[in-house]
């Protein structure tokens, strides 16, 4: 069985500071490994998706995660917040490609000015 | 390129009721899959449509149902309803091995 854990619900960062969104993940297979956000009312944006190649992988708006198969992590990161960060944030896992989409129960990212 | 297209936007429907959302994939696209989004949840996956077949299906009762045309748009049918269907119904369309792309969804409201 495939699963993901987002470890905070909520986290707020200030303007211009890092952004940590934590998610740990459980498979039996080699997983596909995604982070979507969604701003209010809106539907879901790729961030960025791991797929068995470079662990560190980048993504649109600054993002990237690690893959760390030891830790069964996948963290999202930013060096620096913007106002427009502020959404919610889901980590994914996929058993292969074409397969449903497991999502966490999503973290809400806020920034302060 | 129009990415997904999904309709109704919003819906309010009552107890008992049966309800119709339609999905217009990605063009290109010929993989349709659907979620329920509670508030306050991650998606669930209910099921997925692929060359006019069910290929997979999530831990939803038969009261959903679905239909995929030649065209690969789609259908999500609930009969039934009930308050704990109301949710954001979220239409996702992919073409292996590429990723997907999300429709805005369907706001259900069931009072």
């Known amino acids: 069985a495939q699963s993901v854990t987002q470890l905070d619900s909520h986290v707020s960062v200030s303007e211009g500071t890092p952004v940590l969104l934590r998610c740990n993940y459980s498979?039996?297979?080699?997983?596909?490994l995604f982070w979507y956000v969604q701003h209010p009312n809106k539907g879901l944006q790729l961030l960025l998706k791991y797929t068995s190649a470079a662990t560190l992988v980048k993504g649109i708006n600054g993002f990237e995660a690690e893959f760390k198969k030891s830790e069964t992590s996948f963290h999202l990161t930013k060096p620096s917040a913007h106002m427009s960060d502020a959404a919610e944030y889901f980590c994914?896992?996929?058993?292969?490609?074409?397969?449903?989409?497991?999502f966490g129960q999503g973290t809400e990212l806020s920034v302060k000015p | 390129d129009a990415g997904v297209t999904q309709s109704p936007t919003h819906l309010i429907k009552t107890r008992g009721q049966q309800v119709t959302l339609r999905c217009s994939p990605k063009?290109?696209?010929?993989?349709v899959s659907w979620y329920q989004q509670a508030l306050g949840q991650g998606p669930q996956f209910i099921f997925q449509y692929y060359e006019e077949e069910e290929r997979q299906r999530g831990n939803f009762p038969d009261r959903f149902s679905g239909h995929q045309y030649p065209n690969y748009s789609s259908e999500l049918n609930v009969n039934a309803l009930l308050l704990g269907d109301s949710a954001l119904y979220l239409c996702?369309?992919?073409?292996?091995?590429?990723?997907?792309?999300f429709g805005s969804g369907t706001r259900l409201t069931v009072v």
């Open positions: 063009s290109g696209h010929d993989t």
């Open positions: 996702a369309s992919s073409l292996e091995p590429y990723g997907y792309t």
């Open positions: 498979s039996s297979y080699s997983p596909s």
């Open positions: 994914v896992v996929s058993s292969n490609q074409g397969g449903k989409l497991i």
